[in-house]
Structures are given as structure tokens and as C-alpha cells.
């Protein structure tokens, strides 16, 4: 882990700074656990404290954002013999209902995101394309790549 600035804080726009690092759970596919070191930065302008999540963490989830995706998508199901070692169906569940009730906060976000650091076009604000619907289409590694945008950009999605 290196000590250096990191970037810019999705708050109000001051410099990150290393902290300090903590670790965090994952829970991986065949039920493998493991921990993850990740950063703290801190803000020198505002002085709040960010954790830097990588692609493979989702904010208050413990698994894993490749099974959360491959679930929402219904690639794994409660059904599967292979997935035994997966989470309940409930949680499965609660995934989904997570997706499905942020479906229009995360393309209006990631419109927001693509319109003030992307330089994205106004008509694209306006239009009805789903950015999050080409995104998933595109293949593997949506979540991971939403979730950064969203989250590296001050934006939130309630748990």
C-alpha cells in the first residue's frame, strides 16, 4: 500500500490523503472468505474520512460484487447445486430488490457523473437510454464499474 495522494474528494473537491488501513471482509464464490486490506483517506479540505473500496467490494455487502452481479443478472440462482455454499435465497432476494428499487438513481447518477467529468453531451441527460442497461449488455463487470462511479463521485445508494 502506498502513502500517497490518492485523488480528489467526492465532497467538496479537496486532496486525499493516505490515513491509515483497515480490514474488511469478502466472501467470495464456494463460500471462501477472505480479508481485504483497504484505505482510509482523508480529506484536507473538508477533514471527512473515505474508504477506498476496489471493483471487487460493494459498499455495505460482504460477498463478493462478481456474486451480487452474476445473481442480479441470473447467472446464479438458489436453485443451482453449485451455488450451495452462496448466500440464502432471502439475501439473493434483497440483492435484486436493491438493484431493481435503485434501477433510476443509478442511471440518473451515472448521467449526473458522465455529464460533469465525462463531458457527456446534454442530449444524453435527456434521452432515455439506460446507461446502466448498456453497461450490463456490455458484459462482466458492470457492478464493480457503476459502484466506482457513483461512489468515487460523492453519489450513495441506500443499502
Not at 435503485?102 to 442530449?123: A, P
Amino acid at each position: 500500500m502506498s502513502n500517497e495522494t490518492s485523488s480528489v474528494c467526492p465532497v467538496c473537491g479537496g486532496l486525499l490523503n493516505y490515513r491509515d488501513s483497515r480490514s474488511r471482509i469478502m466472501k467470495a464464490s464456494g463460500g471462501i472468505s477472505s480479508w481485504i486490506l483497504i484505505r482510509r483517506l482523508k480529506c484536507g479540505g473538508c477533514r471527512k474520512l473515505h474508504n477506498e473500496l476496489p471493483d471487487v467490494l460493494t459498499p455495505y455487502k460482504h460477498y463478493a460484487s462478481e456474486i451480487i452481479e452474476d445473481v442480479a443478472d441470473g447467472a446464479v440462482t438458489a436453485d443451482d447445486p453449485a451455488t450451495e455454499d452462496y448466500p440464502c435465497e432471502a439475501t439473493m432476494e434483497r440483492w435484486k430488490g436493491w438493484i431493481d428499487r435503485n434501477i433510476l438513481r443509478i442511471d440518473g447518477m451515472l448521467k449526473s457523473v458522465g455529464y460533469r467529468l465525462l463531458d457527456f453531451s446534454e442530449q444524453l441527460l435527456k434521452s432515455g437510454i439506460s446507461l446502466l442497461m448498456e453497461l450490463r449488455e456490455a458484459g462482466a463487470g458492470w457492478l464493480g464499474t457503476v459502484l466506482r462511479l457513483i461512489y468515487n463521485s460523492g453519489g450513495f445508494l441506500p443499502p
